[in-house]
Protein backbone atom coordinates (compact mmCIF):
# COMPACT_ATOMS: atom_id res chain seq x y z
CA UNK A 1 0.00 0.00 0.00
CA UNK A 2 0.96 3.59 -0.47
CA UNK A 3 1.77 5.77 2.76
CA UNK A 4 0.83 9.36 2.65
CA UNK A 5 2.87 11.36 5.04
CA UNK A 6 1.91 14.19 5.82
CA UNK A 7 2.92 17.64 7.98
CA UNK A 8 2.78 19.01 10.27
CA UNK A 9 0.15 17.82 12.15
CA UNK A 10 -1.10 21.23 13.15
CA UNK A 11 -0.27 24.31 11.70
CA UNK A 12 -1.61 27.39 13.77
CA UNK A 13 -1.51 30.84 11.43
CA UNK A 14 -1.43 34.61 11.57
CA UNK A 15 -4.32 35.67 9.10
CA UNK A 16 -3.03 36.83 6.35
CA UNK A 17 0.15 34.93 6.72
CA UNK A 18 0.31 31.85 4.18
CA UNK A 19 0.64 28.57 5.05
CA UNK A 20 1.68 25.66 3.67
CA UNK A 21 1.40 21.76 4.29
CA UNK A 22 3.58 18.29 2.43
CA UNK A 23 2.41 14.90 1.42
CA UNK A 24 5.00 12.53 1.20
CA UNK A 25 4.04 9.33 -0.69
CA UNK A 26 6.33 6.05 -0.19
CA UNK A 27 6.60 5.33 -3.83
CA UNK A 28 6.22 8.07 -6.37
CA UNK A 29 3.11 8.35 -7.91
CA UNK A 30 1.75 8.58 -11.52
CA UNK A 31 -1.50 7.30 -13.57
CA UNK A 32 -1.35 5.57 -16.89
CA UNK A 33 -2.63 9.74 -18.64
CA UNK A 34 1.25 10.59 -16.91
CA UNK A 35 -0.81 12.72 -14.55
CA UNK A 36 -0.37 12.63 -11.19
CA UNK A 37 -3.28 11.71 -9.02
CA UNK A 38 -3.01 13.31 -5.87
CA UNK A 39 -5.89 15.40 -4.34
CA UNK A 40 -5.86 18.21 -1.60
CA UNK A 41 -8.91 18.12 0.82
CA UNK A 42 -10.55 20.46 3.42
CA UNK A 43 -12.76 19.68 6.25
CA UNK A 44 -13.96 22.63 7.93
CA UNK A 45 -15.28 21.82 11.60
CA UNK A 46 -18.89 19.89 11.38
CA UNK A 47 -18.60 19.79 7.71
CA UNK A 48 -18.12 17.22 4.97
CA UNK A 49 -14.68 17.28 3.33
CA UNK A 50 -14.72 18.96 0.24
CA UNK A 51 -11.93 19.12 -2.69
CA UNK A 52 -9.85 21.88 -3.00
CA UNK A 53 -7.08 20.32 -5.51
CA UNK A 54 -7.58 17.39 -7.61
CA UNK A 55 -4.62 15.93 -10.09
CA UNK A 56 -1.47 17.75 -8.02
CA UNK A 57 -1.99 21.18 -9.39
CA UNK A 58 -5.64 22.08 -10.89
CA UNK A 59 -7.98 23.93 -8.44
CA UNK A 60 -11.61 22.20 -7.97
CA UNK A 61 -14.87 24.73 -9.30
CA UNK A 62 -15.21 27.14 -6.45
CA UNK A 63 -11.78 26.91 -5.08
CA UNK A 64 -10.55 30.44 -4.09
CA UNK A 65 -6.86 31.06 -6.08
CA UNK A 66 -5.18 31.72 -2.75
CA UNK A 67 -4.92 27.84 -2.73
CA UNK A 68 -2.47 26.12 -4.82
CA UNK A 69 -0.91 22.64 -5.30
CA UNK A 70 2.83 21.40 -6.32
CA UNK A 71 4.69 18.54 -6.72
CA UNK A 72 6.06 15.36 -8.47
CA UNK A 73 7.28 11.62 -7.73
CA UNK A 74 7.18 11.42 -3.98
CA UNK A 75 6.89 15.11 -2.51
CA UNK A 76 3.84 17.16 -2.96
CA UNK A 77 2.39 20.21 -1.44
CA UNK A 78 -0.31 22.62 -0.34
CA UNK A 79 0.10 26.34 -0.12
CA UNK A 80 -2.91 29.08 1.32
CA UNK A 81 -1.33 31.78 0.26
CA UNK A 82 -2.80 34.34 2.62
CA UNK A 83 -5.19 32.29 5.62
CA UNK A 84 -8.63 33.73 5.81
CA UNK A 85 -10.71 32.90 8.83
CA UNK A 86 -12.30 30.64 6.62
CA UNK A 87 -9.85 28.15 6.28
CA UNK A 88 -9.90 26.52 9.50
CA UNK A 89 -9.99 23.06 9.16
CA UNK A 90 -8.22 19.72 8.82
CA UNK A 91 -6.55 19.67 5.15
CA UNK A 92 -5.70 15.83 3.87
CA UNK A 93 -3.84 14.87 0.43
CA UNK A 94 -5.53 11.87 -0.96
CA UNK A 95 -3.26 9.64 -3.67
CA UNK A 96 -5.97 7.82 -6.03
CA UNK A 97 -3.44 6.37 -8.32
CA UNK A 98 -3.58 2.80 -7.17
CA UNK A 99 -5.93 0.85 -4.79
CA UNK A 100 -6.52 1.25 -2.07
CA UNK A 101 -6.69 4.83 -2.05
CA UNK A 102 -4.46 6.38 0.74
CA UNK A 103 -5.37 9.69 2.91
CA UNK A 104 -2.63 11.70 4.70
CA UNK A 105 -2.99 11.36 8.43
CA UNK A 106 -4.64 15.48 7.98
CA UNK A 107 -2.80 18.57 9.20
CA UNK A 108 -4.84 21.10 11.65
CA UNK A 109 -5.07 24.89 10.52
CA UNK A 110 -5.81 26.98 13.32
CA UNK A 111 -5.78 30.50 13.87
CA UNK A 112 -2.69 31.99 16.26
CA UNK B 1 -25.89 20.92 -9.38
CA UNK B 2 -24.34 17.26 -8.26
CA UNK B 3 -25.89 16.34 -4.91
CA UNK B 4 -25.28 13.23 -3.04
CA UNK B 5 -27.52 12.24 0.50
CA UNK B 6 -26.68 9.52 2.45
CA UNK B 7 -28.72 7.44 4.92
CA UNK B 8 -29.34 4.09 6.41
CA UNK B 9 -26.71 4.79 9.53
CA UNK B 10 -27.34 3.62 12.81
CA UNK B 11 -26.78 2.11 16.33
CA UNK B 12 -26.08 -2.00 15.88
CA UNK B 13 -25.05 -4.34 17.97
CA UNK B 14 -21.57 -6.01 17.48
CA UNK B 15 -21.95 -8.53 14.75
CA UNK B 16 -25.13 -7.00 13.10
CA UNK B 17 -25.53 -5.64 10.04
CA UNK B 18 -26.50 -2.37 8.23
CA UNK B 19 -27.16 -1.32 4.54
CA UNK B 20 -26.06 2.30 3.77
CA UNK B 21 -27.41 4.04 0.93
CA UNK B 22 -26.36 7.21 -1.56
CA UNK B 23 -28.76 8.83 -3.65
CA UNK B 24 -27.18 10.58 -6.12
CA UNK B 25 -28.08 13.24 -8.79
CA UNK B 26 -26.95 15.87 -11.01
CA UNK B 27 -24.93 14.16 -13.14
CA UNK B 28 -24.52 10.58 -15.28
CA UNK B 29 -24.57 8.28 -12.39
CA UNK B 30 -23.82 4.98 -14.56
CA UNK B 31 -20.63 6.67 -15.79
CA UNK B 32 -19.03 7.46 -12.47
CA UNK B 33 -16.50 5.90 -10.00
CA UNK B 34 -17.77 5.75 -6.48
CA UNK B 35 -16.32 5.48 -3.17
CA UNK B 36 -17.35 5.13 0.40
CA UNK B 37 -14.86 6.66 2.88
CA UNK B 38 -15.33 6.59 6.90
CA UNK B 39 -13.90 8.87 9.54
CA UNK B 40 -14.03 7.20 12.82
CA UNK B 41 -14.86 10.17 15.96
CA UNK B 42 -10.96 11.74 16.75
CA UNK B 43 -9.45 10.07 13.50
CA UNK B 44 -9.26 10.94 10.35
CA UNK B 45 -10.14 9.90 7.03
CA UNK B 46 -9.94 5.93 5.69
CA UNK B 47 -10.97 4.60 2.33
CA UNK B 48 -13.37 1.91 2.81
CA UNK B 49 -14.51 0.55 -0.82
CA UNK B 50 -15.09 1.68 -4.69
CA UNK B 51 -17.04 0.95 -7.95
CA UNK B 52 -16.77 1.60 -11.31
CA UNK B 53 -20.08 2.75 -13.32
CA UNK B 54 -21.11 -0.52 -14.62
CA UNK B 55 -20.43 -2.49 -11.01
CA UNK B 56 -17.64 -4.77 -12.80
CA UNK B 57 -15.12 -4.06 -10.99
CA UNK B 58 -14.88 -3.54 -6.70
CA UNK B 59 -12.24 -2.94 -4.24
CA UNK B 60 -12.05 -2.92 -0.58
CA UNK B 61 -9.92 -2.04 2.18
CA UNK B 62 -8.21 -5.14 3.81
CA UNK B 63 -10.06 -3.91 7.47
CA UNK B 64 -13.69 -4.32 5.26
CA UNK B 65 -12.72 -7.11 2.93
CA UNK B 66 -15.49 -10.69 3.29
CA UNK B 67 -17.80 -8.18 5.42
CA UNK B 68 -18.64 -5.15 3.47
CA UNK B 69 -20.03 -5.21 -0.13
CA UNK B 70 -20.36 -2.26 -2.18
CA UNK B 71 -22.80 -2.01 -5.33
CA UNK B 72 -24.67 0.23 -7.56
CA UNK B 73 -28.60 0.75 -9.01
CA UNK B 74 -28.33 2.62 -12.01
CA UNK B 75 -31.76 2.57 -12.77
CA UNK B 76 -32.30 4.42 -9.32
CA UNK B 77 -28.98 6.19 -8.86
CA UNK B 78 -27.85 4.65 -5.65
CA UNK B 79 -24.48 3.50 -4.38
CA UNK B 80 -25.01 0.56 -1.55
CA UNK B 81 -22.38 -0.38 1.38
CA UNK B 82 -23.96 -3.91 2.76
CA UNK B 83 -22.19 -3.98 6.09
CA UNK B 84 -22.25 -7.22 8.35
CA UNK B 85 -20.21 -9.16 10.62
CA UNK B 86 -20.15 -5.29 12.20
CA UNK B 87 -17.45 -4.63 14.83
CA UNK B 88 -16.85 -1.47 17.21
CA UNK B 89 -14.18 0.16 15.04
CA UNK B 90 -16.19 0.07 12.55
CA UNK B 91 -17.88 2.82 14.35
CA UNK B 92 -17.49 6.21 12.13
CA UNK B 93 -19.26 8.64 9.39
CA UNK B 94 -19.78 7.56 6.35
CA UNK B 95 -19.91 9.56 3.46
CA UNK B 96 -20.58 8.70 -0.55
CA UNK B 97 -18.37 10.20 -2.63
CA UNK B 98 -17.99 10.76 -6.15
CA UNK B 99 -15.15 9.94 -8.43
CA UNK B 100 -11.82 8.38 -7.45
CA UNK B 101 -10.57 11.96 -7.14
CA UNK B 102 -13.19 12.57 -4.51
CA UNK B 103 -14.50 15.71 -6.30
CA UNK B 104 -18.07 15.65 -4.49
CA UNK B 105 -18.73 14.36 -1.00
CA UNK B 106 -22.25 13.36 0.70
CA UNK B 107 -23.15 15.01 4.04
CA UNK B 108 -22.50 11.59 5.78
CA UNK B 109 -24.39 9.13 7.57
CA UNK B 110 -23.70 8.31 11.44
CA UNK B 111 -22.80 4.47 12.02
CA UNK B 112 -22.27 3.33 15.47
CA UNK B 113 -21.87 -0.37 16.64
CA UNK B 114 -21.74 -0.90 20.34
CA UNK B 115 -23.41 -2.64 23.10
Known amino acids: DIVMTQTPLSSPVTLGQPASISCRSS???????????VSWLQQRPGQPPRLLIYKTSNRFSGVPDRFSGSGAGTDFTLKISRVEAEDVGVYYC?????????FGGGTKVEIK | EVHLVESGGDLVQPGGSLRLSCAASGFSFSSSWMQWVRRAPGKGLVWVSS????????SYADSVKGRFTISRDSAKNTLFLQMNSLRAEDTAVYYC????????WGQGTMVTVSS
Open chain 1, 94 to 102: LQATQFPLT
Open chain 2, 51 to 58: INGDGSIT
Open chain 1, 27 to 37: QSLGDSDGKTS
Open chain 2, 97 to 104: VKDSGATV
